[in-house]
């Protein structure tokens, strides 16, 4: 009896690791399966749009996060590495983030890439910093045209985004595409409803008092579709530099229409604006968000939330109140 005994010990020893083997790749498996896929998303507007309309169908990494400059974002190692590993990467285009088409090359990622711009007819503004105003988003000058990338600043391009990401969201998540599409429809509900109330604040401000100064040329879209004029001593990118002339002229043009609402943005070098607003004689009167959004302590952690805040300051500054 005893023999028969130390005779199956070791058949006993080979079949437990085998077992606790098997064990181990049914775990894994199952946190593999666990795990939500990973979306890339170039910066952070993006970035909230993707979790609004995912939520924990995915796990979510925003390149260029809240207040980071996307138009002179530099990438991570890191960055490259998770990239490598996405169910689905989503861009602005029209050259806003292109540095992510270029590590997309170098990371070589074959996944989908959605552009949230796809079906959206660009504004055309000058490529190089131009002081004079852009009424209601139509471009002047004799530089060369450029699309310009900003089209979120227009909620109604904004819901066009929303509504390209989901269909690439469900494309890369089958699975979850009944899920998506409920949040998205609920998403895009909200969007609608934010666009009527910014129609109808800014419509309370009389027309000759719409004229706003700010950073950089970011508000294009913005003043197309609410009708307002955008004045910006830099141009479509945070790295131009105006000339001194542009920002006399406009210095100038302050004084001679009256204009209170001088705001600078939430990135960038404040000395040209504050310097162009001390000469004009008037005061900077707060802080706008265009091209990221703030930190989740902030005034403008997502979206929505950048266009109340920014509407909550234009409106008063226009109509010369203090903010």
């Known amino acids: 009896m005893l023999r028969r005994t130390l ?52 796990r979510l990494r925003t390149l260029a996060g809240p207040n980071v400059d996307a138009h002179s974002f530099a990438p991570r190692p890191s960055d490259a ?4 590993g996405a169910a689905l990467v989503v861009r602005n285009g029209l050259g806003f983030d292109s540095w992510i088409d270029r590590m997309i090359r170098a990371a070589g990622y074959r996944g989908p890439v959605a ?28 530089a060369r045209q450029v699309p310009d990338p900003h089209a979120w600043q227009d909620l109604r391009f904004g819901i066009q985004y929303a509504r390209n990401i989901t269909t690439a969201l469900k494309a890369a998540l089958p699975a979850q595409a009944a899920q998506i599409e409920s949040r998205a429809a609920a998403y895009v509900a ?41 004045l910006a001593p830099q141009g479509i990118s945070t790295e131009a530099e105006p000339s001194a002339a542009e920002v006399a002229r406009l210095i100038r043009q302050i004084r001679a229409e009256s204009i209170t609402a001088v705001f600078l943005e939430n990135m960038g070098n404040p000395a040209t604006l504050e310097r162009l607003a001390r000469e004009a004689g008037v005061s900077v009167q707060g802080k706008l968000y265009a091209d990221a959004l703030s ?19 234009l409106v008063p500054a226009m109509r010369g109140q203090a903010s």
């Open 7 to 58: 005779l199956s010990l070791p058949a006993l020893l080979l079949a437990a690791p085998a077992t606790t083997r098997a064990q181990a790749t049914g775990a894994q498996a199952t946190r593999a399966q666990a795990t939500p896929p990973l979306v890339v998303a170039s910066f952070s507007i993006l970035g909230d749009m993707v979790d609004e309309i995912a939520g924990d169908a995915v």
């Open 81 to 84: 590495q998770a990239l490598r």
């Open 115 to 142: 552009t949230a711009t796809d079906g959206i007819t660009p504004l055309q503004m000058d490529g190089h910093s131009h002081g004079h105003g852009h009424s209601h988003g139509h471009r002047h000058g004799t």
């Open 190 to 230: 909200r969007l609608e409803a934010l666009d009527a109330w910014v129609r109808t604040e800014i419509a309370a401000v009389p027309e000759a008092r719409r004229k706003v100064v700010t950073s950089h040329d970011a508000f294009g879209y913005f003043g197309a579709a609410y009708g307002i004029t955008f």
């Open 295 to 313: 930190e989740a302590t902030g005034p403008a952690a997502t979206y929505e939330a950048m266009f109340r805040h920014n509407v909550g300051v």
